[in-house]
């Protein structure tokens, strides 16, 4: 028997069984994923930023986390020589009314204890030649890294500790048991694998509602899978900005907006848009799962969702359907893009918990029982936060300080 199972080989999964192993030296731990290695969802698909705090409420668990999450971060790149790089990020404004919204963005961020500055229109084209606003607000430790790095180097370090993580292991049922020395959770797989340990974890990312429905957990929530695109421009544009580039966030949309990436590669990204997925793993384009189909058009929380978002949903579509679409909301703030630099196309899928009244759960969402504990919605920035969102579901689990 184990003492502790973690459901889930992502980012926040890996992190988790780090914490626990920190709390409880020796504890006989077990990973389990249904994929073949580590990071193969939203942890190896996402865009590399290392986010800095600027967005979130104060006082939110997403505004504490997150500014931990940079710092440990970081410090766990320099541990490991896992090459990363405070680039910055400009934050655009392109009319005065996303001036205004800057102003907010910009008290939050002081409130949330982050560092930015101010630079205005003279600034940002002297930072950024081919970039165009009105102002501009600036944060200098937001950074890239490549998380897959990150997530490979906490495989190595939990198997060097004698953690053992089963890969192809598609979890089909978990049960909580009396009786075996004092209490157990007992976990099938679709293989026929069975393990026993005293405590569960579940960080399951794009399938955690599935999970927990296994678990006979009552959630008042669905996943709903959003699909963000990327192009990445030429080679020859990789010189085209220098930071992070990001519009101000417009609240009549629920995500952020198209921006500009640096990568830890070398690379150019613009993106993402945010349009329905068809298939919660279906990263190439045009992939369907029927049945992930069906899990969210027989929620009625989707359609609910759905009717509260028509307008932002129909301009997502329309430049996911339509290039020139998706080139306008890039020109507003870099109108030296063309069609031709929109090159090459990836995705990433976001796992959106949306609640029976069609709202989407905007914070981290922990579900328990007796011997488990379920993370039901672990939203963005849950990469550059994974760190302390680990030790704090580790906390939930053994008890004492965070």
């Given at each position: 028997?184990?003492?502790?199972?973690?459901?889930?080989?992502?980012?926040?999964?890996?992190?988790?069984?780090?914490?626990?192993?920190?709390?409880?030296?020796?504890?006989?731990?077990?990973?389990?994923?249904?994929?073949?290695?580590?990071?193969?969802?939203?942890?190896?698909?996402?865009?590399?930023?290392?986010?800095?705090?600027?967005?979130?409420?104060?006082?939110?668990l997403k505004a504490e986390l997150c500014?931990?999450?940079?710092?440990?971060?970081?410090?766990?790149?320099?541990?490991?020589?896992?090459?990363?790089s405070l680039v910055g990020k400009l934050?655009?404004?392109?009319?005065?009314?996303?001036?205004?919204?800057?102003?907010?963005?910009?008290?939050?961020?002081?409130?949330?204890?982050?560092?930015?500055?101010?630079?205005?229109?003279?600034?940002?084209?002297?930072?950024?030649?081919?970039?165009?606003?009105?102002?501009?607000?600036?944060?200098?430790?937001?950074?890239?890294?490549?998380?897959?790095?990150?997530?490979?180097?906490?495989?190595?370090?939990?198997?060097?500790?004698?953690?053992?993580?089963?890969?192809?292991?598609?979890?089909?049922?978990?049960?909580?048991?009396?009786?075996?020395?004092?209490?157990?959770?007992?976990?099938?797989?679709?293989?026929?694998?069975?393990?026993?340990?005293?405590?569960?974890?579940?960080?399951?990312?794009?399938?955690?509602?599935?999970?927990?429905?296994?678990?006979?957990?009552?959630?008042?929530?669905?996943?709903?899978?959003?699909?963000?695109?990327?192009?990445?421009?030429?080679?020859?544009?990789?010189?085209?900005?220098?930071?992070?580039?990001?519009?101000?966030?417009?609240?009549?949309?629920?995500?952020?907006?198209?921006?500009?990436?640096?990568?830890?590669?070398?690379?150019?990204?613009?993106?993402?848009?945010?349009?329905?997925?068809?298939?919660?793993?279906?990263?190439?384009?045009?992939?369907?799962?029927?049945?992930?189909?069906?899990?969210?058009?027989?929620?009625?929380?989707?359609?609910?969702?759905?009717?509260?978002?028509?307008?932002?949903?129909?301009?997502?579509?329309?430049?996911?359907?339509?290039?020139?679409?998706?080139?306008?909301?890039?020109?507003?703030?870099?109108?030296?893009?063309?069609?031709?630099?929109?090159?090459?196309?990836?995705?990433?899928?976001?796992?959106?918990?949306?609640?029976?009244?069609?709202?989407?759960?905007?914070?981290?969402?922990?579900?328990?029982?007796?011997?488990?504990?379920?993370?039901?919605?672990?939203?963005?920035?849950?990469?550059?936060?994974?760190?302390?969102?680990?030790?704090?579901?580790?906390?939930?689990?053994?008890?004492?300080?965070?």
């Amino acid at each position: 028997m184990d003492d502790y199972l973690v459901i889930g080989a992502g980012l926040v999964g890996l992190a988790t069984a780090r914490a626990i192993l920190e709390k409880a030296p020796g504890a006989r731990i077990t990973v389990l994923d249904k994929a073949a290695d580590v990071a193969t969802a939203q942890s190896g698909h996402n865009s590399g930023v290392i986010h800095a705090g600027i967005y979130y409420a104060p006082g939110s668990l997403k505004a504490e986390l997150c500014r931990q999450g940079r710092i440990e971060t970081v410090e766990f790149c320099e541990r490991y020589d896992i090459p990363y790089s405070l680039v910055g990020k400009l934050i655009v404004a392109t009319d005065q009314t996303s001036k205004g919204r800057l102003d907010d963005l910009e008290r939050r961020s002081i409130e949330n204890g982050i560092v930015v500055e101010r630079i205005g229109a003279g600034g940002l084209a002297e930072l950024e030649p081919n970039v165009q606003g009105v102002d501009a607000l600036l944060s200098p430790t937001t950074g890239i890294v490549d998380y897959r790095r990150i997530a490979s180097a906490m495989r190595d370090e939990l198997e060097a500790a004698g953690v053992t993580l089963r890969f192809t292991a598609e979890v089909t049922s978990i049960v909580e048991e009396e009786g075996i020395d004092g209490g157990a959770v007992r976990v099938g797989a679709a293989d026929g694998g069975e393990w026993v340990a005293r405590r569960l974890v579940a960080c399951a990312g794009l399938q955690a509602d599935r999970i927990a429905r296994i678990a006979s957990i009552p959630i008042d929530f669905r996943i709903v899978p959003f699909r963000g695109e990327y192009f990445e421009l030429p080679a020859d544009r990789h010189d085209f900005v220098r930071h992070l580039i990001y519009p101000v966030p417009d609240p009549s949309m629920p995500f952020l907006g198209v921006h500009i990436s640096p990568t830890i590669d070398g690379r150019v990204t613009v993106g993402p848009n945010a349009v329905l997925g068809w298939a919660r793993e279906g990263y190439p384009r045009g992939s369907v799962r029927p049945l992930d189909v069906v899990d969210f058009a027989s929620y009625v929380g989707f359609w609910r969702m759905a009717a509260h978002n028509l307008r932002p949903a129909a301009i997502e579509m329309r430049n996911s359907l339509f290039t020139s679409g998706y080139l306008r909301e890039c020109q507003k703030y870099a109108s030296a893009l063309t069609l031709n630099d929109l090159g090459t196309r990836s995705a990433g899928i976001r796992a959106q918990a949306v609640r029976r009244d069609g709202s989407f759960i905007e914070d981290f969402q922990l579900e328990s029982t007796a011997r488990q504990i379920h993370v039901g919605n672990a939203p963005s920035p849950a990469a550059t936060s994974s760190i302390p969102i680990g030790r704090m579901i580790a906390t939930r689990l053994l008890g004492g300080p965070r």
